[in-house]
């Protein structure tokens, strides 16, 4: 099945110059936690702005350039959208964890949602989805702790699809 993991801030804005806008350490905690051990996919974009492989989670890159060469077995590259079709139907969760381009694309096929909603204004040049919330089932909300670190207002919300 397919999850995804996004930290939303308002006006859906999801990031700017292929980056975070924002450093909330107690999200990247629960990220890292809920991710680690599962397959992660993501465009070539969101890839390169890791920076580096995650340890513990297999990487699927998702990208047009065929050419593109990735010298490391914890990543995979599809230039087939179609190929993901054992991951969609898998009992075992994977992650999409972005661009907005994947997310749009994947949306459809997505089971369940991991959002942080960040109450903040932040000018963006990318932005999630609209959650079509007719769709969707809220089965928890967390307030995040709101600290020296963690500068904003903030909580974690997990979506079914109904």
């Not at 700017?16 to 629960?30: A, F, G, T, V």
């Not at 920076?51 to 590259?77: S, T």
């Not at 997505?110 to 909603?117: D, F, L, N, P």
Request: hydrophobic fraction near 35%; aromatic fraction near 10%; proline fraction near 4%.
């Amino acid at each position: 099945m397919l999850s995804i993991i996004v930290a939303i801030a308002n006006q859906n804005v999801i990031g700017k110059d292929n980056q975070l806008i924002w450093h909330l350490p107690e999200d990247l905690k629960r990220f890292k936690k809920l991710t680690t051990g599962h397959t992660i996919i993501m465009g070539r974009k969101t890839f390169e702005s890791l920076g580096r492989v995650l340890p513990n989670r297999k990487h699927i890159v998702l990208c047009n350039d065929k050419k593109l060469e990735i010298a490391d077995e914890n990543v995979e590259i599809l230039n087939d959208v179609s190929k993901l079709e054992p991951y969609i139907h898998s009992e075992e969760e994977h992650f999409v964890i972005g661009g907005a381009t994947i997310y749009q694309l994947l949306m459809p096929q997505v089971s369940k949602m991991y959002i942080t909603k960040i109450h903040q204004d932040f000018e963006g040049d990318v932005y999630f989805p609209q959650i079509e919330e007719e769709k969707w089932q809220i089965v928890s909300k967390e307030q995040g702790v709101k600290d020296e670190k963690n500068p904003y207002d903030y909580e974690y919300i997990t979506y079914v699809r109904k």
